[in-house]
């Protein structure tokens, strides 16, 4: 079982960039899938971006690319989402996950307690 804590939420202005962290615990981890999903008040979760386990192959949703940046270094068990050009839009709870993502869902995946980015305009 992997424990994920996230963190480097905040607020910042549209225009203006964070990296979110993802602290992972386990065995397992340098060998796992790991992802960010986001939730904004109202909607339902969704897939931002996510990597494979030895960082050689990305994907990010379609109207995040060249924005986002999904990265990970095995030998600190963590995970980053850097965002840059942020906008209002962007302003959601932002959640790390561990397993594999089908689609844009992740049925059995771990997760984190979520970390919030408010962009304000």
């Known amino acids: 079982q992997v424990r994920l804590v996230e963190s480097g939420g905040g607020l910042v202005q549209a225009g203006g960039s964070l990296r979110l962290s993802c602290a992972a615990s386990?065995?397992?981890?340098?060998?796992?899938?790991m992802g960010w999903f986001r939730q904004a008040p109202g909607k339902e979760r969704e897939f931002v971006a996510r990597?494979?386990?030895?960082?050689?192959?990305?994907y990010y949703a379609d109207s995040l690319k060249g924005r986002f940046t999904i990265s990970r270094d095995n030998a600190k068990n963590t995970v980053y989402l850097q965002m840059n050009s942020l906008k209002p839009e962007d302003t959601a709870v932002y959640y790390c996950?561990?397993?594999?993502?089908?689609?844009?869902?992740?049925?059995?995946?771990?997760w984190g307690q979520g970390t919030q980015v408010t962009v304000s305009s």
């Open positions: 386990g065995r397992t981890f340098s060998t796992t899938p």
């Open positions: 990597i494979n386990w030895s960082a050689g192959s990305t």
């Open positions: 996950s561990a397993g594999i993502i089908v689609g844009n869902s992740c049925p059995t995946c771990a």
